[in-house]
């Protein structure tokens, strides 16, 4: 595939680029998103035109609809977040350990870019302001693939990032590229050779499918199926709160709760249950599966004997994304967040926390439930990985094998 090829080339000429033309590439890009809002708005009130059709024939969902809008919020927070990207230290050239192997032989364990990024994502046309912006501040090229949903708005989108680019002395061409079938998609999971990393951004059906059709490290989550855990000593207001934020707040997002567990005890399941109802929330009692992500204003729910069973019910159903408990009892909390094993696990907070621009990360490719290199909101550190750097005066190894001279270890 000649597009990842020439974006390997990219990466190579964008990963020593100074700090100051990356930063000034974001300012530009926030600078021309937001010159040309109007244009992207009606991009996307054509995708949104063509998408209710398919939401009529059953070929969209409703919360995949949800997720396609471009509103003045998201373009908002879109702008903000790159601008908040800029003002982050660089990731890049980060002395994680200094390390004296001898007098004159030490070690540097320093951060780099992971080279060439995959980004393979359904609606959410934000995504693209997103990713390309963490990309160019942690120096790596991107090969990007929306879904046909979003179509106009991330044609639009993407001609204004590279419009914006252009404009930037010093900048490498090509840093930022887009596919659009799925022939594409097809041919970018071959591509080992030149793509490092993929990152899906979409439902079970397609991580599962890039999973299994890829050699490249694939980071990513299947599911949102989070939980909070009601204990027998929460404040019914705060109860009501979280949880009511964590399901309608934005109700077909990854982070909104699917699964409410209810201490036995809690004197207030009743009124729990009627305010939830009022904020026309629809409550399931016996769901079919434990392990559904509604992406609506549905949640399950089900009573539990104490914390144990309910962090028993989690680490079997959920998807290791996000949960929380909801409590007055800091040892209960704490056994909570140490044994649930998700990404993100809260002490009465709503689940929707789980984002990387709430963070402070500016923005994020998107949430990791993998156990290696990065997990939950990946932002600017996730997109890169280390390498070491040695620097002796002629060191030769047979020196310490025959004990000419020994090695001290100090770190610094």
Same mark, same amino acid.
């Given at each position: 595939?000649?597009?990842?090829?020439?974006?390997?080339?990219?990466?190579?000429?964008?990963?020593?680029?100074?700090?100051?033309?990356?930063?000034?590439?974001? &300012?530009?890009?926030?600078?021309?998103?937001?010159?040309?809002?109007?244009?992207?708005?009606?991009?996307?009130?054509?995708?949104?035109?063509?998408?209710? /059709? &398919?939401?009529?024939?059953?070929?969209?969902? /409703?919360?995949? !609809?949800?997720?396609?809008?471009?509103?003045?919020?998201?373009?908002?927070?879109?702008?903000?977040?790159?601008?908040?990207?800029?003002?982050?230290?660089?990731?890049?050239?980060?002395?994680?350990?200094?390390?004296?192997?001898?007098?004159?032989?030490?070690?540097?364990?320093?951060?780099?870019?992971?080279?060439?990024?995959?980004?393979?994502?359904?609606?959410?046309?934000?995504?693209?302001?997103?990713?390309?912006?963490?990309?160019?501040?942690?120096?790596?090229?991107?090969?990007?693939?929306?879904?046909?949903?979003?179509?106009?708005?991330?044609?639009?989108?993407?001609?204004?990032?590279?419009?914006?680019?252009?404009?930037?002395?010093? !900048?490498?061409?090509?840093?930022?590229?887009?596919?659009?079938?799925?022939?594409?998609?097809?041919?970018?999971?071959?591509?080992?050779?030149?793509?490092?990393?993929?990152?899906?951004?979409?439902?079970?059906?397609?991580?599962?499918?890039?999973?299994?059709?890829?050699?490249?490290?694939?980071?990513?989550?299947?599911?949102?199926?989070?939980?909070?855990?009601?204990?027998?000593?929460?404040?019914?207001?705060?109860?009501?709160?979280?949880?009511?934020?964590?399901?309608?707040?934005?109700?077909?997002?990854?982070?909104?709760?699917?699964?409410?567990?209810?201490?036995?005890?809690?004197?207030?399941?009743?009124?729990?249950?009627?305010?939830?109802? &009022?904020?026309?929330?629809?409550?399931?009692?016996?769901?079919?599966?434990?392990?559904?992500?509604?992406?609506?204003?549905?949640?399950?729910?089900?009573?539990?004997?104490?914390?144990?069973?309910?962090?028993?019910?989690?680490?079997?159903?959920?998807?290791?994304?996000?949960?929380?408990?909801?409590?007055?009892?800091?040892?209960?909390?704490?056994?909570?967040?140490?044994?649930?094993?998700?990404?993100?696990?809260?002490?009465?907070?709503?689940?929707?926390?789980?984002?990387?621009?709430?963070?402070?990360?500016?923005?994020?490719?998107?949430?990791?439930?993998?156990?290696?290199?990065?997990?939950?909101?990946?932002?600017?550190?996730?997109?890169?990985?280390?390498?070491?750097?040695?620097?002796?005066?002629?060191?030769?190894?047979?020196?310490?094998?025959?004990?000419?001279?020994?090695?001290?270890?100090?770190?610094?």
């Amino acid at each position: 595939m000649e597009i990842a090829k020439i974006a390997k080339e990219a990466s190579l000429k964008i990963a020593d680029l100074s700090t100051e033309i990356k930063n000034q590439a974001l &300012l530009k890009i926030a600078e021309e998103i937001e010159n040309s809002a109007q244009e992207i708005f009606d991009a996307n009130k054509q995708d949104l035109k063509d998408a209710e /059709k &398919l939401v009529e024939t059953g070929e969209l969902s /409703k919360s995949t !609809f949800n997720r396609l809008k471009l509103d003045e919020n998201k373009m908002r927070d879109m702008i903000q977040g790159i601008r908040d990207i800029a003002k982050l230290d660089d990731p890049v050239n980060k002395k994680l350990l200094v390390r004296e192997l001898d007098s004159d032989l030490t070690l540097y364990k320093v951060s780099c870019p992971i080279g060439v990024l995959g980004i393979i994502f359904e609606a959410r046309p934000d995504v693209i302001a997103q990713i390309s912006s963490l990309a160019i501040k942690s120096a790596n090229a991107v090969i990007l693939k929306g879904g046909k949903e979003s179509i106009n708005t991330n044609k639009k989108i993407m001609a204004v990032i590279n419009s914006a680019l252009e404009k930037v002395n010093g !900048f490498p061409e090509n840093v930022i590229q887009q596919v659009f079938t799925r022939d594409d998609v097809a041919e970018m999971l071959k591509c080992d050779k030149y793509i490092n990393l993929i990152i899906p951004r979409g439902g079970n059906k397609l991580v599962k499918f890039i999973k299994e059709n890829t050699k490249i490290p694939v980071l990513g989550h299947a599911d949102g199926i989070c939980h909070i855990f009601v204990d027998e000593t929460a404040d019914i207001d705060m109860t009501i709160k979280v949880v009511t934020d964590a399901k309608t707040q934005y109700p077909s997002a990854c982070n909104a709760v699917e699964t409410l567990l209810i201490h036995e005890n809690f004197a207030h399941k009743n009124d729990l249950l009627a305010a939830l109802e &009022l904020s026309e929330i629809k409550l399931v009692k016996d769901p079919e599966s434990w392990a559904h992500e509604y992406g609506d204003k549905i949640l399950a729910y089900k009573t539990v004997k104490n914390v144990d069973e309910a962090i028993e019910h989690i680490n079997a159903y959920g998807s290791g994304h996000t949960d929380s408990i909801i409590t007055k009892n800091v040892e209960n909390a704490e056994k909570f967040m140490n044994k649930v094993d998700s990404a993100g696990v809260y002490f009465n907070a709503s689940t929707r926390f789980a984002d990387g621009f709430r963070y402070g990360f500016g923005a994020e490719v998107g949430i990791s439930t993998n156990k290696t290199h990065a997990r939950g909101p990946v932002g600017l550190e996730g997109l890169t990985i280390y390498k070491y750097k040695l620097i002796g005066n002629g060191n030769i190894v047979k020196d310490y094998v025959d004990g000419t001279r020994s090695f001290h270890h100090n770190d610094k």
